[in-house]
């Protein structure tokens, strides 16, 4: 069984930066293609942006490009979300997820985390 456990969340001012961490156990974590989700209040969950199971392929949404990174370490089974230039728009709870098939671009997700808390105030 693949699990995930997020990390990293809280409370930052507007315009700073925080680092999510997402720890995969289970499985081969090197083949896997890897997302990060955000789920705001009142909104449906939202693809922030993905890493395929080779690193050489990522997916930005708009609103974030030029602001976060993601990131992988086959090494330690862990992939990353690094925020900069928050936003309050950007307050949700953010989650990571799994697809087990080393496809070209991630697209099926199976396994997610339990989610944790971003709250970016003005």
């Known amino acids: 069984q693949v699990q995930l456990v997020e990390s990293g969340g809280g409370l930052v001012q507007a315009g700073g930066s925080l680092r999510l961490s997402c720890s995969v156990s289970?499985?081969?974590?090197?083949?896997?293609?890897l997302g990060w989700f955000r789920q705001a209040p009142g909104k449906e969950r939202e693809l922030v942006t993905s890493i395929n199971w080779n690193g050489y392929r990522t997916y930005y949404t708009d609103s974030v490009k030029g602001r976060f990174t993601i990131s992988r370490d086959n090494a330690k089974n862990t992939v990353f979300l690094q925020m900069n230039s928050l936003k309050p728009e950007d307050t949700a709870v953010y989650y990571c997820a799994a697809d087990l098939v080393p496809r070209a671009a991630p697209r099926e997700y199976v396994s997610w985390g339990q989610g944790t808390q971003v709250t970016v105030s003005s």
């Open positions: 289970g499985g081969t974590f090197a083949t896997y293609g």
